[in-house]
């Protein structure tokens, strides 16, 4: 046989060998499962906050709401205030939540909310600025909230207004001509936030009574 030929058959035979196992079987391909990709679910929007955000809880499975203490009074911590006759207590929607009131609707539109949380003290700039990225403009630009240094029960309270588009946390909502008041009552230990959210027409229904409010809030054990 001539040498070029011999050449070619080893070839041959060596690519054989290569693709066979000890059996003389061909060697499987191992194959590579696809990556199975889930699509992002979708931002939840809707027309009324009040109901998206009581959706989201499971009252037994989650905490355990706590009970109105006196129907005269809105309490909260050490401090308490008389509360108006058009603010319905209502039970929280969050555990992160110490209270939470529902305003009687002016009109026709949906109603408005006061929701009471506490958190450690710290940088009243950063929770203005988190606020702050939960409006927009109607156009989509930033706003610059109205803020105002006061006192509350003899307390430094920073107050913090808000008007336009709210989308929440995580742009979740897209509800227009909404406002928010929030005043932000500090100590040395922690921070009272009092949240007052819902459409502008009712919240300049009850501006006043959320004034007198904030004014008759005391100390509980002070006269």
Not at 64 to 87: L, V
Not at 141 to 162: F, W
Not at 166 to 191: C, F, P, R, W
Request: negative net charge; charged residues 20%; proline residues 7%.
């Amino acid at each position: 046989m001539p040498r070029n030929k011999s050449f070619i058959l080893v070839l041959i035979s060596g690519n054989i060998l290569l693709g066979c196992d000890k059996e003389g079987e061909p060697t499987p391909i191992p194959v590579v499962p696809a990556e199975i990709s889930t699509p992002n679910e979708p931002n939840k929007t809707g027309s009324s906050f009040l109901n998206s955000e009581r959706e989201k809880i499971d009252h037994d499975a989650k905490f355990q709401p706590k009970k109105e203490i006196d129907p005269h009074w809105i309490i909260f911590g050490n401090f308490k205030s008389p509360r108006p006759s058009t603010w319905t207590w209502t039970a929280p929607t969050s555990n992160m939540r110490i209270a939470n009131y529902v305003l009687q609707s002016a009109g026709e539109s949906e109603s408005a909310e006061l929701d009471i949380t506490q958190f450690v003290s710290g940088d009243t700039n950063i929770t203005i600025d988190r606020l702050k990225k939960q409006f927009r403009s109607d156009g989509g630009l930033s706003l610059r909230p109205t803020i105002t240094k006061t006192t509350v029960a003899s307390l430094p309270t920073t107050l913090i207004e808000l008007s336009g588009e709210y989308m929440g946390v995580g742009a979740s909502y897209h509800l227009h001509n909404y406002t928010m008041l929030v005043a932000l009552i500090q100590n040395d230990k922690e921070t009272i936030s009092l949240r007052l959210l819902g459409p502008t027409q009712e919240i300049n229904a009850h501006k006043k009574t959320w004034n007198s409010f904030l004014e008759d809030l005391t100390l509980v054990g002070e006269n």
